[in-house]
Antibody, heavy 120, light 105 residues
Framework: QLLLQESGPGLVKPSGTLSLTCTVSDDSITTNSHYWAWIRQPPGKGLEWIGSLSYRGSNFYNPSLKSRVTISAGTSKSQFSLRLNSVTAADTAMYFC????????????WGQGTLVTVSS | ELTQPPSVSVSPGQTAGISCSGDTLGSRFVSWYQQRTGQSPLLVIYKDNFRAPGIPERFSGSNSGNTATLTIRETQAVDEAVYYCQAWDSASLGLFGGGTKLTVL
């Protein structure tokens, strides 16, 4: 059973940088059949796709966040990360990492999520 | 943009339908996700009408014109959750609907 686990600071100061890592078990992010994505959910609200990592190609990002976001592969083949710059209170959310099927483009496995609060 | 009704109510054993509308949605593949309270989303339907592994046959999907629909037959209390539709636009922007809270009364 594939497992994804998010990790990183739960509190970030305004104007700072949010950094999260997703660790993937039983799989490698170098696979040709999947992308690796970040999705967030503000408290009590809906889901927002942040972007997806293509290990062998170009990443693609939500245009509303593109200027502040970087998704990259980790040094380990079982990790990828999210960096979000210049955060504000509006970036407070549960952040999920997920595996994305390249062919069908759906998110077929999700992590449990990690809550990040932006506050001074 | 994908539009869903905020809430749908159904009696146990009855059929629930949750709609998702968007421009030319029928020309794009739609996925559906179930999110129970306090849990991460779970893929239920992909490519309009394919059930994800382990999803009961009671769940089905359709997509035509500007509307996709998730149908749950013989609804059970365990189906109570928020359901999100999801699709991609022509510029590879991932879109989620606002979510529909399914209440089993």
């Amino acid at each position: 059973q594939l497992l994804l686990q998010e990790s990183g600071p739960g509190l970030v100061k305004p104007s700072g940088t949010l950094s999260l890592t997703c660790t993937v078990s039983d799989d490698s992010i170098t696979t040709n059949s999947h992308y690796w994505a970040w999705i967030r959910q503000p408290p009590g609200k809906g889901l927002e796709w942040i972007g997806s990592l293509s290990y062998r190609g170009s990443n693609f990002y939500n245009p509303s966040l593109k200027s502040r976001v970087t998704i990259s592969a980790g040094t380990s083949k079982s990790q990828f990360s999210l960096r979000l710059n210049s955060v504000t209170a509006a970036d407070t959310a549960m952040y999920f990492c997920a595996r994305q099927n390249i062919a069908t483009r759906d998110f077929d496995f999700w992590g449990q999520g990690t809550l990040v609060t932006v506050s001074s | 943009e994908l539009t869903q009704p905020p809430s749908v109510s159904v009696s146990p054993g009855q059929t629930a339908g949750i709609s998702c509308s968007g421009d030319t949605l029928g020309s794009r593949f739609v996925s559906w996700y179930q999110q129970r309270t306090g849990q991460s989303p779970l893929l239920v339907i992909y490519k309009d009408n394919f059930r994800a592994p382990g999803i009961p046959e009671r769940f089905s999907g359709s997509n035509s014109g500007n509307t996709a629909t998730l149908t749950i037959r013989e609804t059970q209390a365990v189906d109570e959750a928020v359901y999100y539709c999801q699709a991609w636009d022509s510029a590879s922007l991932g879109l989620f609907g606002g979510g529909t809270k399914l209440t089993v009364l």
